[in-house]
């Protein structure tokens, strides 16, 4: 990570949880030392906090919903005056993305508290993950029955955001947070959110504060000490682990190094946590080859901001990271810029292409540096074909965006329209995708491939279409066949609103369609909350019912009520982006 960014998250996190709170030792939890060495520092002058980015998609065009009218009662009423709920705090309001501060008006704190840690942490589709993370830093009046219950509202927030890699909101929230709400929960994620900034001293700091009331991990209090130079306390902490049977080999590699002895070679790291990463970056040790693989969305963006990482892990952590929607594209696209390569690296990444992290930053650049038009085009239709293989063809639309904006509608690039309208519908800029799908049309090959964009245009909502059933009827006849992809097509059109005959459902009515889905109950209450107007209900449930699966395979159906439930409750932008990934995901 950047010096910069992490500065900014260190000053933003040091304010925050001033009020020390035991931390309980968790069962089968790793050797515990009383860290008597940590001492806590004096307490620092409250910095400021840098600004939250902006939301990754826009506000609804919602309002909020009113309680409705009040009831007759006698002219005078004496009410009790309740204090906020501190659990009522956030990091956006509605000019900048969040919710309202009513949107959980008339939804129970059961409800959210049973649901809300259930929210994936990488749903595979980022109008999701925006949406997800909305809700969890919206400002908004806490749900009905949720004072005085722990843990906190704001705990259960925060820890789906540090799972989702929303660092830097997580770090605006908990600058939010009142002191009142301190918890030993809320303290380990800022410890974790120190490691993972690249803040050693602070986690540290934040680790010393937490030893006065109760004892630490073994292996925090092994970093803190070989952070500060206390190579002898560490290393007789050291030989205790190394005794465990269930002792952290990967880690104890790390230690070693961090006091002065030569590297061992670590080949597995099924498992990273956070101070894994800081003491492998502070070792200047390599990740295992697993590691980056395995490793959960809250430590993709570490991973890819860490220079002293090989490149091929780095741009590996981006890519997944971008397609969650936890890095923009821009910060790949220049993390991909910077790779160097030697002669023999870019020889052995041009034989691999598509299939290895350098092959792909050799096209990227191969692709940029093209300056005639046809050739260029040709490029990205083979780039994107090969993406749409490993499905990550939305991935790499945005990824070429820039790329394909400097080629203008001609004659003579009609051929490569239909894949350049597809990409360019997959990254939202739908009237460019309609300009290229109007070149396709003039060419009678390329007009077969552009029948097929048909549904993506009819979601986007781009144009007037003057006969859509002759329009819908080309599409249905030139789909190849791919049963999954046809109804799940179906199914997002019909759920924007889109009349589908029954003469399409026919074929499609018998026999089943695998893909995974929620239990019926959540969908119950999903259709419940739709129906009754309660809009951060609402996207809870929609965001649960999509879970981990991702787009390529999920259940039709639930796909559908998602969409639909989402547009009755304001959200239509939000349902029409995730209906139009639905479609991309699964071919179309």
């Given amino acids: 990570m950047p010096a910069s960014r992490a500065k900014a998250l260190a000053l933003a996190l040091g304010t925050v949880l001033l009020a020390p709170a035991a931390l309980a030792q968790q069962p089968g939890k790793p ?58 705090v956030g990091a956006l309001d509605e000019s900048h993305g969040g919710l309202g501060m009513g949107m959980w008006h008339g939804t129970s704190a059961a409800l959210v508290r049973k649901i809300l840690p259930a929210l994936p942490a990488a749903p595979g589709s980022r109008a999701a993950h925006s949406l997800s993370r909305r809700l969890l830093l919206s400002a908004a009046a806490a749900p009905e029955g949720n004072r005085g219950q722990t843990p906190s509202l704001l705990e ?63 292996r925090l209090s092994v970093f803190c000490q070989l952070s500060a130079g206390k190579t002898l306390e560490a290393g007789m902490a050291l030989d205790l682990m190394r005794e465990r049977k269930d002792a952290d080999h990967a880690f104890i590699a790390a230690a070693e190094v961090m006091g002065g002895t030569p590297p061992a070679k670590v080949d597995k790291l099924p498992n990273p946590t956070p101070l894994h990463l800081a003491a492998f970056k502070a070792a200047k040790l390599p990740l295992p080859a697993d590691t980056v693989a395995n490793a959960p969305p809250s430590m993709l963006r570490a991973i890819a901001d860490n220079p002293g990482m090989a490149a091929d892990h780095r741009i590996t952590a981006a890519e997944r990271a971008e397609a969650l929607g936890i890095l923009d594209t821009e910060s790949l696209r220049k993390l991909m810029a910077e790779v160097t390569l030697t002669p023999a690296e870019q020889q052995a990444a041009a034989t691999q292409g598509d299939k290895s992290p350098r092959g792909r930053v050799l096209w990227l650049r191969a692709t940029g540096a093209e300056q005639v038009a046809t050739v260029r085009a040709e490029l990205i239709t083979r780039i994107l074909m090969a993406a749409a293989e490993r499905h990550a063809f939305a991935a790499t639309a945005r990824l070429y965006a820039p790329l394909i904006a400097e080629l203008k509608p001609a004659p003579d690039l009609a051929g490569a329209a239909p894949m350049l309208a597809r990409a360019l519908y997959a990254v939202g800029r739908s009237e460019a995708a309609g300009n290229w799908l109007a070149l396709a049309k003039t060419d009678p090959a390329a007009a077969k491939l552009a029948a097929g964009l048909w549904p993506l245009a009819r979601i986007a909502r781009v144009g007037l279409d003057s006969s859509p059933a002759e329009s819908f009827a080309a599409w249905l006849e ?25 003469s399409a459902w026919i074929t499609h009515a018998t026999g089943t369609i695998t893909g995974t889905g929620p239990k019926p109950a959540l969908k119950a209450l999903l259709r419940a909350a739709a129906e009754g107007a309660r809009r951060g209900e609402t996207a809870l449930l929609s965001v649960a019912a999509l879970g981990e699966g991702g787009l390529e395979s999920a259940d039709p159906d639930t796909l559908n009520r998602v969409v639909v439930f989402l547009r009755q409750a304001g959200f239509e932008r939000e349902a029409r982006e995730l209906a139009l990934e639905a479609v991309l995901a699964n071919g179309g």
């Fill in 31 to 88: 050797l515990i030392l009383t860290s008597p060495n940590l001492e806590a520092p004096p307490p620092a002058e409250a910095p400021k906090a840098e600004a939250l980015p902006a939301p990754h998609s826009t506000t609804s065009t919602a309002t909020e919903f009113p309680g409705g009218p009040a009831k007759p009662g006698p002219r005078f009423e004496v009410e009790e005056l309740k204090a906020p709920d501190p659990d009522s």
């Fill in 156 to 218: 259960l927030r925060a820890e789906r955001l540090f799972a989702m890699g929303e660092i830097e909101g997580l770090a605006s929230l908990l600058k939010a947070a009142p002191a009142s709400l301190a918890s030993p929960g809320l303290s380990r994620l800022k410890v974790d959110t120190f490691l993972l900034a690249g803040d050693a001293k602070s986690a540290c700091a934040e680790a010393a504060v937490l030893a006065q009331g109760a004892p630490l991990d073994a």
């Fill in 478 to 502: 030139g789909s190849q066949p791919n049963e999954r992809r046809t109804v799940v097509t179906l199914s997002m059109l019909q759920a924007v609103g889109e009349p589908i005959p029954a």
